[in-house]
C-alpha cells in the first residue's frame, strides 16, 4: 500500500523560510532511513504559497486563478513523502518517526488502480495506468 504523509505548512514555512542546517542533516538521516528500508517512493519540500496559484473548476470550461498566498487557508500544505508499506499501522510507525519538534502531518492511502476496477467495470485505461505504475513506480535506491 501507498500512502501520502502530508507535511502542513507552519507560520515560518508560510515566510519562506527554510530549515536549520540541523534540521536539514535530521531529515536526511531519517530519508536515509526510508530508502535504506526500501519504501521511500518520492519526497518532497514545496514553496511557500506566495509563490503558488489555484485554479477553480466552475463548469462549461471556466476556470478561475487565483495566485498566492492564501492567507485565509489554515490547512497549506509544506512538502511530502510516498512511501509504500504493507498497511496503515506500519505507514504511522514511520511517521512517528519523523524528526519534527513540531508540527502537524496527514496520513492518507493513496488510491490504487483496484480501487477504481469492480465486476461491472473494466476499463482499458485503468489496465493501462496499473502497467504504467508497475513499469515506472519503484523505491527510490
Do not use: C, H
Amino acid at each position: 500500500m501507498r500512502f501520502m504523509v502530508i507535511v502542513k505548512s507552519t507560520p515560518e514555512s508560510e515566510t519562506g523560510a527554510m530549515p536549520t542546517p540541523e534540521q536539514l542533516a535530521e531529515m536526511g538521516r531519517f530519508n536515509e532511513e526510508l530508502i535504506k528500508a526500501g519504501i521511500l517512493l518520492a519526497a518532497e519540500g514545496l514553496t511557500a504559497s506566495k509563490e503558488g496559484a489555484r485554479v477553480r473548476f466552475e463548469g462549461g470550461g471556466k476556470t478561475t486563478i487565483k495566485d498566492g498566498p492564501f492567507t485565509e487557508s489554515k490547512e497549506l500544505v509544506a512538502g511530502f513523502w510516498i512511501i509504500q508499506v504493507k498497511d496503515r499501522d506500519e505507514a504511522l510507525a514511520w511517521v512517528r518517526r519523523i524528526p519534527f519538534e513540531e508540527g502537524e502531518v496527514e496520513v492518507r492511502r493513496v488510491s490504487e488502480v483496484s480501487d477504481f476496477v469492480s465486476d461491472e467495470v473494466s476499463d482499458p485505461y485503468l489496465e493501462r495506468e496499473q502497467a504504467w505504475r508497475d513499469a515506472n513506480q519503484k523505491p527510490i535506491s
